[in-house]
């Protein structure tokens, strides 16, 4: 069904979306070998175990070596210096990508190392799961999510080529202006991600008052929290560092509404509480029909792993 | 396997929670008979229809005669009108209860409505979706979920059967003190539930702006949210005006912590985000080992589901 789309794939970084990646691009042949570098050797090691990689090394710049399509799946502060590491060792007409989840600093910390004849094309898939690692990845993991590409200068037939392999992983690709990215992320995810690890810092605190009951009988609200706060703290400093502007923005509009709640429940102000719960409702009803989302209690993320 | 532990129970409220007690008290035979009533004959005729009641009452009243078991399943300020209306008509040696995410301003509300020689034994399932009504039930939905009970003056052998009718329905049931129960709730539900609906209300606001993106876009994090602020507005309302003091203090702690992190975001103080979310990433270990949640994406809700 599928053909492959890249000779050789290089994934720098073997964590959750590499890893991911590696079994896409092995379940449905989209690459003729897929080989990888990270930075520890039990990391290497596991890729090699898992099966995901067919070969790893042990420096950045060895394993983009007559790769043609790189991927840099790094957390976003590190993905500069490796671009430094790697610039002259890249193949003539090869493609350069990248799964940060800012776009503007990965962007202004790459782009000045890619050489002439590279194309950069950088990227986002909207996937993931609270484990990160190499054992963390699946073939399905974008089966249905957006990924999202920020082409600037690149040749349009790199920019497609890579188009047809997210494709071939399951992702619906569009396209993107880099400042627009990373304002829409911060509302519909590094701003969430914040206040989730706030919440889940506030419970820290008071559990050691009562005595882990927080933990104990911790309910829907906060378990989702966790979940979310469970996610990789360097990923996650490095989304916030990088993307400081749009998500400061953000918060600030969000302590503005949440002063209007508080204020609400102290003055005991029923109608605007029921409102304001009416309408955020309906923001829901509107991602179920954009298919980001299913009605179930699931939300369609085992179904994923499972087919 | 199990045998009826009531001759009778009467559901007053037929939604998420009665009916989910309603589909478990027939699938493990825990009642000789289910009878309910809701306020909306389109609510009553669903209850008849799904089949987790046998008979439905246009009043509360009539449906508490001869039950030995009268469940207040409606939202937190409506337990109270609703207890007037009842008190004349209960067996003796009847059992009422509640299923009130809040429990002091529900006992305030009830308990001085509860006849002598009749046992009023607060509860609270800690299990739910974002669902509502007569529909959204399901058997399994308190299967290994806790259920806390707060028992007051009610005589033991009161409280024992309901324990047993809870455990029967695969719940854990734990007892607390009412006020110590609202604390804990405002930490673990009450303040997320806010959180989560103010997150998806800023949200809303900017979407105008970004034409939809962020509905069509939004990733792990802000789904999350907009999943729990797509619960009950009535429920939600009355929690809030109920857990007042609970939730503000609470609120203001979070507040207090959003500060710590605005600040190091601005101060760009990458040390102190790494290691808040480093700390907050135990927590999560702390849940998963406490057995309220899993390991898997899907945080275990599917399968209870499906069970
Ligand atoms: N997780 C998500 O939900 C998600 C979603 C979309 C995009 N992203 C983006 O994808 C990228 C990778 O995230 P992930 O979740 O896959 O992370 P992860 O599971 O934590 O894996 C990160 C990988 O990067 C390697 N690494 C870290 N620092 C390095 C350095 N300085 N030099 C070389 N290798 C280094 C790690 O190697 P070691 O194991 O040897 O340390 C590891 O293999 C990030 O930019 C993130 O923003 C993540
Ligand atoms: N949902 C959760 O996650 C959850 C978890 C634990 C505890 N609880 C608690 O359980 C209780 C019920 O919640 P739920 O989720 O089952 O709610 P729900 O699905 O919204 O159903 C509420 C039911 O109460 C009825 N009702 C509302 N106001 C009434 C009134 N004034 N008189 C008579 N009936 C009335 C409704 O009847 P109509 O349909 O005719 O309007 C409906 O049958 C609440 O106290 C809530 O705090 C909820």
């Known amino acids: 069904m599928s053909q492959q789309i890249y000779d050789r794939v290089a994934l720098i970084g073997l964590g959750l979306i590499a890893s991911s990646m590696g079994h896409a691009m092995k379940k449905w042949n989209l690459a003729g070998s897929v080989v990888g570098h990270a930075r520890s050797e039990e990391t290497r090691k596991a890729a090699l175990e898992v099966g995901f990689c067919d070969e ?13 399509l790189v991927v840099l799946a790094v957390p976003v502060l ?9 610039r002259d060792h890249l193949k003539p007409g090869a493609t350069v990508t990248d799964v940060g989840s800012v776009k503007q600093a990965v962007i202004e910390a790459v782009a000045p190392h890619i050489p002439e ?3 950069f094309v950088p990227g986002h898939p909207l996937a993931g799961t609270e484990h990160s690692g190499p054992r963390a990845g699946f073939a399905t993991l974008f089966r249905n999510r957006f990924c999202l590409l920020v082409p600037g200068h690149a040749r349009p037939v790199a920019v497609e080529r890579l188009t047809r392999l997210w494709q071939g992983m399951g992702a619906n690709v569009e396209q993107m202006d880099a400042a ?3 304002r829409v992320l911060a509302v519909t995810s590094h701003t969430p991600h914040l206040i989730a690890y706030t919440m889940v810092g506030v419970a820290d605190h008071l559990a050691q008052v009562t005595e882990s009951e927080i933990i ?20 996650w400093r490095d989304v916030f560092l990088t993307n400081k502007e749009a998500t400061l923005d953000i918060l600030g509009r969000f302590m503005e509404e949440l ?7 102290r003055m005991e102000d029923g109608k605007t509480l029921h409102d304001y719960f ?23 993320r085992v179904k994923a792993q499972e087919e």
């Not at 790893?56 to 043609?68: G, L, N, Q």
């Not at 590190?78 to 790697?86: D, H, K, S, V, Y």
């Not at 002063?259 to 429940?265: D, E, K, P, S, T």
């Not at 923001?283 to 029909?289: F, L, S, V």
Request: overall charge negative; charged content about 25%.
């Open 56 to 68: 790893v090394f042990d420096t950045a710049a060895e394993a983009v070596k007559d790769a043609d």
């Open 78 to 86: 590190a993905m500069g210096p490796i671009a430094a590491e790697i």
């Open 117 to 119: 004849g590279v194309d």
């Open 278 to 300: 009416t309408r955020t409702r309906a923001i829901r009803r509107g991602i179920i029909e954009a298919g980001q989302d299913t009605a179930a209690p699931d939300f369609g």
């Open 259 to 265: 002063f209007v709640l508080q204020r609400a429940i």
């Open 180 to 182: 627009h990215h990373d």
């Open 216 to 235: 104990k009988y911790s309910a829907a609200g906060f378990r989702d929290f966790t979940r979310i706060a469970a996610s990789d703290p360097t990923m």
